[in-house]
């Protein structure tokens, strides 16, 4: 895998690619303030996931509070951090914007973005930052994954309060064709290392495999891991890896493979080293193979002691989480919702992602789950927990809803505009954030 290391480039809303500096190190690390409780440093808050926020307002007559237009679609989710909201365009650009104002205090370029016209199959143009960044408060430093002219994957890390690039490094997937590979996954950092995991372009052409690359946050020391498949088995849901003490628990897409398993259609736990440690797949993993009706739409669930796992097909599935049970060995399983995107967990009830509105799921003490609620609203993003409401988008509307956390019933809704898939809102303070297919949207939860 290439390791190529490079430096900063302009800020301040300059356009231009790093020319070289050296690898940085542990004693590179810049004094950081711990982060606080309005702080969002990664996709849907923590590492495992959860998208709650306990103490966030109850929506009372919500609005927009400002519409920042940006050079690019925002795909990933918003971060927060130490009052900035961080995100990533379609055309390669990092901004640094006033969560009070939307107005812009930094931005980076990092390259020039992937024209659709170049690619032989996908949905987004150009393809430039698609998976959600993540911000580690030992380096100071956020990252995120540009897909760049000639396809290629670059890993970019920029101090959060300058919008320098102090780290860039190649992140090529080790088997297949890079300009099929496509970065939607949001990153992870854990034990001092940023995990990135890759699926295929939308119509799933080309020579890809189902794929994580981590480096160091000093951009060195690169390992890899490849679902064991003859193709396809993407790692694509937005979520990205869910933590799990020392584990990184990855949902996988389908494979080709319909006789002999090859690890695809699967939750797959990997350790820090990147070497699978435990794994699930339905026992119907070929016919959802042959069907494309992979597990790996939505993501893990971390739920008191299972795993609560739904994808395309329909069906959650329960799994104990100290031993995920290889094929076919969940602990119980139901009809719950063909599921897309992150799920968000408050105390005992998660609550997914759904093609026709989120669902609140439960799982009994025998490992059945249960549906406690579904929405009457199509609201098809990913769902996050502010309190007692759960806020998620109908990205085909274009509308940000409030639903009640107990019952589902709608509370409030705004209209934000036209967004990208699987949008996820962000909440911070009194504000939810979302990104759009012209730059992020702001919401005031109550006024």
Same mark, same amino acid.
């Given at each position: 895998?290439?390791?190529?290391?490079?430096?900063?480039?302009?800020?301040?809303?300059?356009?231009?690619?790093?020319?070289?500096?050296?690898?940085?190190?542990?004693?590179?690390?810049?004094?950081?303030?711990?982060?606080?409780?309005?702080?969002?440093?990664?996709?849907?808050?923590?590492?495992?996931?959860?998208?709650?926020?306990?103490?966030?307002?109850?929506?009372?007559?919500?609005?927009?509070?400002?519409?920042?237009?940006?050079?690019?679609?925002?795909?990933?989710?918003?971060?927060?951090?130490?009052?900035?909201?961080?995100?990533?365009?379609?055309?390669?650009?990092?901004?640094?914007?006033?969560?009070?104002?939307?107005?812009?205090?930094?931005?980076?370029?990092?390259?020039?973005?992937?024209?659709?016209?170049?690619?032989?199959?996908?949905?987004?143009?150009?393809?430039?930052?698609?998976?959600?960044?993540?911000?580690?408060?030992?380096?100071?430093?956020?990252?995120?994954?540009?897909?760049?002219?000639?396809?290629?994957?670059?890993?970019?890390?920029?101090?959060?309060?300058?919008?320098? *690039?102090?780290?860039?490094?190649?992140?090529?997937?080790?088997?297949?064709?890079?300009?099929?590979?496509?970065?939607?996954?949001?990153?992870?950092?854990?034990?001092?290392?940023?995990?990135?995991?890759?699926?295929?372009?939308?119509?799933?052409?080309?020579?890809?495999?189902?794929?994580?690359?981590?480096?160091?946050?000093?951009?060195?020391?690169?390992?890899?891991?490849?679902?064991?498949?003859?193709?396809?088995?993407? *790692?694509?849901?937005?979520?990205?890896?869910?933590?799990?003490?020392?584990?990184?628990?990855?949902? *996988?897409?389908?494979?080709?493979?319909?006789?002999?398993?090859?690890?695809?259609?699967?939750?797959?736990?990997?350790?820090?080293?990147?070497?699978?440690?435990?794994?699930?797949?339905?026992?119907?993993?070929?016919?959802?193979?042959?069907?494309?009706?992979?597990?790996?739409?939505?993501?893990?669930?971390?739920?008191?002691?299972?795993?609560?796992?739904?994808?395309?097909?329909?069906?959650?599935?329960?799994?104990?989480?100290?031993?995920?049970?290889? *094929?076919?060995?969940?602990?119980?399983?139901?009809?719950?919702?063909?599921?897309?995107?992150?799920?968000?967990?408050?105390?005992?009830?998660?609550?997914?992602?759904?093609?026709?509105?989120?669902?609140?799921?439960?799982?009994?003490?025998?490992?059945?789950?249960?549906?406690?609620?579904?929405?009457?609203?199509?609201?098809?993003?990913?769902?996050?927990?502010?309190?007692?409401?759960?806020?998620?988008?109908?990205?085909?509307?274009?509308?940000?809803?409030?639903?009640?956390?107990?019952?589902?019933?709608?509370?409030?809704?705004?209209?934000?505009?036209?967004?990208?898939?699987?949008?996820?809102?962000?909440?911070?303070?009194?504000?939810?954030?979302?990104?759009?297919?012209?730059?992020?949207?702001?919401?005031?939860?109550?006024?």
């Amino acid at each position: 895998m290439p390791l190529l290391l490079a430096a900063a480039c302009g800020t301040g809303g300059s356009a231009g690619d790093p020319a070289g500096i050296p690898p940085t190190t542990n004693a590179d690390r810049h004094a950081s303030a711990p982060l606080g409780p309005d702080d969002w440093p990664t996709y849907h808050r923590d590492n495992a996931r959860t998208g709650f926020v306990p103490a966030f307002p109850a929506p009372a007559n919500p609005a927009v509070a400002w519409r920042a237009g940006l050079d690019g679609a925002v795909y990933g989710q918003p971060l927060v951090v130490g009052g900035r909201v961080l995100v990533a365009t379609e055309n390669d650009t990092l901004y640094a914007l006033d969560p009070a104002t939307g107005a812009v205090r930094w931005s980076t370029h990092v390259g020039t973005p992937v024209a659709k016209s170049t690619l032989p199959c996908g949905n987004i143009d150009p393809l430039g930052v698609t998976g959600t960044p993540v911000y580690d408060p030992a380096t100071s430093r956020v990252f995120a994954v540009a897909e760049t002219t000639g396809g290629r994957h670059e890993l970019v890390g920029a101090n959060v309060d300058t919008g320098r *690039i102090e780290v860039r490094v190649e992140v090529e997937p080790p088997r297949g064709d890079r300009t099929v590979h496509q970065q939607r996954a949001a990153l992870t950092v854990l034990n001092d290392r940023v995990h990135i995991a890759y699926g295929g372009l939308y119509g799933d052409c080309g020579d890809y495999f189902g794929t994580v690359v981590s480096v160091s946050t000093a951009g060195t020391d690169p390992r890899s891991y490849t679902v064991p498949t003859s193709r396809e088995a993407g *790692i694509w849901a937005p979520g990205g890896a869910v933590v799990d003490g020392e584990r990184l628990l990855y949902s *996988i897409g389908n494979g080709e493979a319909t006789s002999s398993f090859d690890d695809s259609d699967s939750v797959t736990a990997l350790d820090a080293n990147l070497r699978r440690v435990d794994l699930f797949a339905p026992a119907t993993w070929a016919e959802d193979n042959r069907k494309d009706l992979d597990l790996g739409s939505g993501g893990p669930t971390l739920l008191g002691p299972w795993v609560l796992m739904a994808g395309k097909s329909g069906t959650g599935y329960v799994l104990d989480r100290n031993r995920l049970g290889g *094929i076919g060995g969940q602990r119980g399983q139901g009809s719950v919702c063909k599921s897309y995107g992150g799920s968000a967990v408050a105390g005992d009830t998660a609550y997914l992602p759904c093609l026709d509105g989120p669902r609140a799921v439960t799982v009994g003490a025998d490992g059945t789950p249960s549906v406690r609620w579904k929405a009457a609203v199509p609201a098809n993003g990913s769902p996050v927990v502010g309190g007692d409401a759960v806020w998620v988008p109908d990205w085909r509307a274009g509308v940000l809803y409030a639903l009640d956390r107990a019952t589902g019933a709608v509370r409030a809704q705004v209209a934000v505009g036209q967004l990208p898939h699987f949008a996820s809102p962000t909440l911070s303070g009194r504000r939810v954030y979302l990104g759009t297919m012209s730059g992020v949207v702001a919401v005031d939860a109550a006024r």
